[in-house]
């Protein structure tokens, strides 16, 4: 029987016959630099877009900021406030024409209209001044509540009933008074009382407020 032979080999032999087995990774050259060309333009930087406005209109309110009861407008931005009115003795109540963008507000039992562009307000309608020994004062001669029609062409507003304003030819049309009845003593009795609300959106119609003795009420008033 013949005995098979053992190879010893040297240990570098080895070493070198292991690592030639063995996969080692490349290095990957190195990118070169990029050149620019001083005549080729440049892009320039974005300009940052204007803040978006979050209302799709400015709102216009009262406020006491100034000291007295104004009114502000609030930007479209929804921060940029500014006050629009200065009547010395306050706004009570106000309206701005979408059509035109008119302001109609009333101050010291008077009526007022002026336009958002600086003009001075002209004088609409005057209540008077308070007389606390007239027993029906607060239902005669209150003025309230104006409004302007979506066209921009007639304000209504409250006063022993309901007012309508042309603004084109100034007619004022008292359209409907109040109901009052007087007892003996000069007790005043409430009937109803008319209020103008809102117009209808086709500017046909005006929605009014109906108080009487009982309770309260709506209806619609057909004013033309």
Known sequence: MTKARRIHLPAALTLMALLAGCNFPTA?????????DPEQPT??????????????????????????????????????????????????????????GDLAYVSANRLWLNSLEGDEPGLIADGGSFDEEDPDYYYRDIVSN?????????????????????????EDRHVLQNLLSEAEGGQVFV??????????????????????????????????
Request: proline share 10%; no cysteine; aromatic share 10%.
């Open 28 to 36: 990957t050259p190195a990118a070169s630099p990029a050149t620019i």
């Open 146 to 170: 104006p409004s302007f029609s979506p066209d921009g062409r007639y304000l209504a507003y409250g006063l022993d009933g309901v007012h309508i304003v042309d603004l084109e030819s100034g």
């Open 43 to 100: 892009a320039s930087p974005i300009p940052p877009s204007p803040a978006a406005a979050r209302l799709p209109q400015s709102l216009y309110y009262l406020s006491e900021a100034s000291g007295s009861v104004q009114v502000w407008r609030l930007d479209r931005d929804g921060v940029s406030q500014s006050q629009v009115t200065e009547a010395e003795e306050g706004v009570d109540a106000f309206d701005i024409s979408a059509a035109s």
């Open 191 to 224: 009937q109803e009382l008319y209020t103008p609300l809102a117009w209808s959106p086709d500017g046909m119609r005006l929605l009014i407020s109906i108080p009487f003795n009982e309770g309260s009420s709506l209806g619609f008033l057909d004013p033309f």
